[in-house]
């Protein structure tokens, strides 16, 4: 054995000891593997733990997911709504701009190849972007970032200045955070994007940098002033909370950062006073738990082999008091 061999073997145990904090988990599987094909529907790659209410099939769950939160957009105000799965474009009034994030560029290509099959022709319009890159914005070196407040301006305008307040509302999309944007035209300038009504975040939040407040905190900017609308589904430990060695674990396995794990909320109304203390308004949430948990373990399980391990995992998650919420909050003037 050469001495490089030699030398990999010393780094091994950092190399593991790292590895979660540059591999996402949703990097080491294929979504498919769950998607089991619909009769008379394409195949889908969805990736969230889905809303079992009336389904046993996986897609058909998570799209009806999906839809939930949307429809929970649409009950606070959000005047978009039609189908959540924008890849399809298929909203009777497609936005004018429709932004998507992911930090995994396998999602932003296969987002791409579904809009250049799947987009409708009365959506050809449509101002599309796919962006790869962190949720978290970091205004030294990202600055095509979607959150970036001040893209386009140069800084000397608000972003909030690029349209006017009597613009129609439209339309979101299904990529791990998710961004729509007005329909109207531009009144400052054709690269200066206009401040957004709905920022659509499903089921990846938590796994947001550096933690939940800070995050929801860069929104603000990007967010349209009293109408526009941030909505998510987020994942609470149980109320009496983690011991500390379960809590790394949890992050360090799952690349959760620490404080959504160690540092929440214990209630859902304490939940709210602390988005109500961070400047949110007419802040809405609900436990979607009885919902989500047992489908989604009851269908793990019953696919045998490694899943129903994960499955029996997702079982003590919700015997443990773990809950799976929705979330809605719109910005102060």
Not at 32 to 52: F, H, P, S, Y
Not at 176 to 182: E, G, V
Request: net charge neutral; charged share 25%; with cysteine.
């Amino acid at each position: 054995m050469g001495t490089s061999a030699y030398v990999a073997i010393a780094f091994l145990p950092l190399i593991i000891l790292l590895a979660p904090y540059y591999i996402e988990p949703y990097q080491l599987w294929d979504p498919i593997a769950l998607n089991d094909k619909v009769e008379g529907q394409r195949q889908t790659k969805w990736c969230n733990m889905g809303w079992w209410e009336d389904t046993n099939s996986f897609p058909l769950a998570a799209s009806a997911l999906a839809q939930k939160l949307i429809d929970f957009a649409v009950e606070g105000g959000y005047a978009g709504g039609g189908n959540v799965l924008v890849l399809h474009l298929n909203s009777s009034a497609p936005p004018r701009h429709l932004h998507g994030l992911t930090s995994l560029s396998s999602d932003t290509r296969y987002a791409q190849s579904l809009l250049d099959r799947y987009t409708p022709e009365k959506a050809i319009s449509t101002n599309i972007e796919l962006y790869t890159a962190s949720a978290q914005f970091n205004p030294t070196k990202d600055l095509n970032h979607p959150l970036n407040g001040m893209k386009g301006f140069m800084g000397e305008k608000k972003r909030d200045l690029a349209y006017s307040d009597d613009d129609d509302l439209l339309d979101e999309t299904d990529l791990d955070l998710i961004q729509a944007q007005s329909q109207g035209q531009l009144r400052l300038s054709d690269e200066a994007p206009p401040p957004y009504d709905l920022i659509y975040i499903l089921d990846s939040i938590y796994h947001y940098p550096p933690s939940l407040i800070p995050f929801l905190q860069t929104l603000k900017p990007v967010l349209r002033k009293d109408k526009g609308i941030v909505v998510y589904t987020d994942i609470l430990p149980p109320p009496k909370g983690l011991s500390r060695w379960k809590s790394w674990f949890v992050s360090y396995i799952l690349s959760v950062p620490l404080p959504n794990l160690a540092d929440r909320p214990a209630s859902l109304e304490e939940y709210k006073g602390l988005l109500d203390k961070e400047g949110w308004k007419d802040v809405v949430i609900k436990d979607w738990s009885k919902g989500v948990w047992e489908g989604f373990s009851k269908n793990l399980v019953g696919r045998g082999g490694r899943w129903e391990k994960v499955g029996r995992a997702v079982e003590r998650v919700e015997k443990q008091g773990w809950r799976f919420v929705a979330v809605r909050a719109k910005k102060v003037r």
